[in-house]
């Protein structure tokens, strides 16, 4: 018997977020732990040979769960983003040198504060989870986000000066990785790996050029 109730279980915690007018959204690991041993569980008795009369219901609330898990996820990706850079685009400083870009992270903003909106009114996982709409909003404001976060945290580096000395073809680029890796990276040993994977990678094909006098 399947005992997480979408439904009537209220796993969000909804608060507000600063004084940003809006607000954030919350979830216990133990609920996405949850979450996922559920649809392991469906998954399994999906392969059952006794599964004919629950064949129909079993196939919904396996749909219905990952739909959940996956919108669950990309929201926690679009916050994690969305924190980082709506004090940045929230300048007028950053409005008048990035217009564009500030016109897009308002579209971002903008289905942000209505998902968080309805969150609060519809705090039910079901209900707040159940929209393949939302999950597609929030994948590109994910993408859209990524881009902000990239054009922004590497717009410095481009001014790097290579012919004074300042810096050099690698470290523009393994600087340029690590402003993006870091953010998806939380874990030290997980983003010391990669930078240093990176590093070697991106020095020897930097020789390469500078031996060849294509850079």
Known sequence: MIIFNLETCNVFQISIYKETGTYIMKIEESTLQQLDDHIVLTQSMSFSPFKKPFEEAIDKW????????????????VQRQWMYLEPIFNSEDIKTQLPIESKRFDTV????????????VTPGVLAMCSSKKLLEQFRESNRVQFTLFYLYECSPLAQLDFSLGVGTPCDFLVASFVYIIKFFYPTRGAF????????SRATYFVRFIERSNQF
Not at 67 to 72: A, D, G, K, N, P
């Open 62 to 77: 396996e749909t219905s769960l990952v739909l959940v898990s996956e919108i669950i996820e990309e929201w926690l990706k």
């Open 109 to 120: 903003d903008s289905i942000w504060r209505k998902a968080l909106a309805q969150a609060v």
């Open 192 to 199: 010391l790996e990669v930078v240093s994977e990176f590093e």
